[in-house]
T-cell receptor, first 109, second 116 residues
Framework: QQQVKQSPQSLIVQKGGISIINCAYE??????FPWYQQFPGKGPALLIA?????SEKKEGRFTISFNKSAKQFSLHIMDSQPGDSATYFC????????FGKGTRLHILP | NAGVMQNPRHLVRRRGQEARLRCSPM?????VYWYRQLPEEGLKFMVY????????ESGMPKERFSAEFPKEGPSILRIQQVVRGDSAAYFC??????????????FGPGTRLTVT
């Protein structure tokens, strides 16, 4: 059973554009929703995270939008840059972290 | 403050051999988590340990896999009699738990295990 569903699998965006990655979850016990960024050959690094009592969180060019009733959340990367090219994982936590399958993002220069 | 350290970074084993993966948590962190990542997949939780205790091993295969986090030294993930399907990247993460009960997990660079 896949508890956290992530889409799209891959995404190509022009430099300066907005990258949007979507996730949906099943378990209402999840209390924390982090996003991780992973470069090839590296471990995942925490990018930004949100709790379900907040509908939006913004840090620089990265924004999480959270819809508790729909059990969906998304990552928006504004003014996308080639250095943002990486794999992004959404995740959800109750007592352990459950990861989505990842989105491979490529920003065209 | 050094991050989470894992070694070796790459490990090649023949079928039937044993693999030992080591993880040193960040300084001050007493909670360690192991995850497995197959190609083109997300990370799958395996086990959560505190010093000398296994807290949650619900993601560990029932056979051949074991983990420990001794009072002194790194956490060890041990895979006995490896098979080709064990080939994956294994990531360790560490955390501390603050007074509110919240925590962040910080990941190491991973060990890439190849079984030939």
């Amino acid at each position: 059973q896949q508890q956290v569903k992530q889409s799209p699998q891959s995404l190509i965006v022009q430099k300066g554009g907005i990258s949007i990655i979507n996730c949906a979850y099943e378990n209402t016990a999840f209390d924390y929703f982090p996003w991780y960024q992973q470069f090839p050959g590296k471990g995942p690094a925490l990018l930004i995270a949100i709790r379900p009592d907040v509908s939006e969180k913004k840090e620089g060019r990265f924004t999480i939008s959270f819809n508790k009733s729909a059990k969906q959340f998304s990552l928006h990367i504004m003014d996308s840059q080639p250095g943002d090219s990486a794999t992004y994982f959404c995740a959800a936590r109750d007592d352990k972290i459950i990861f989505g399958k990842g989105t491979r993002l490529h920003i065209l220069p | 403050n050094a991050g989470v350290m894992q070694n070796p970074r790459h490990l090649v084993r023949r079928r039937g051999q044993e693999a030992r993966l080591r993880c040193s948590p960040m300084k001050g962190h007493s909670h360690v988590y192991w995850y497995r990542q197959l190609p083109e997949e997300g990370l799958k939780f395996m086990v959560y340990l505190q010093k000398e205790n296994i807290i949650d091993e619900s993601g560990m295969p029932k056979e051949r896999f074991s983990a420990e986090f001794p009072k002194e030294g790194p956490s060890i993930l041990r895979i006995q009699q490896v098979v080709r399907g064990d080939s994956a990247a294994y990531f360790c993460a560490s955390s501390l738990i603050d007074r509110s009960g919240t925590y962040e997990q910080y990941f190491g660079p991973g060990t890439r295990l190849t079984v030939t």
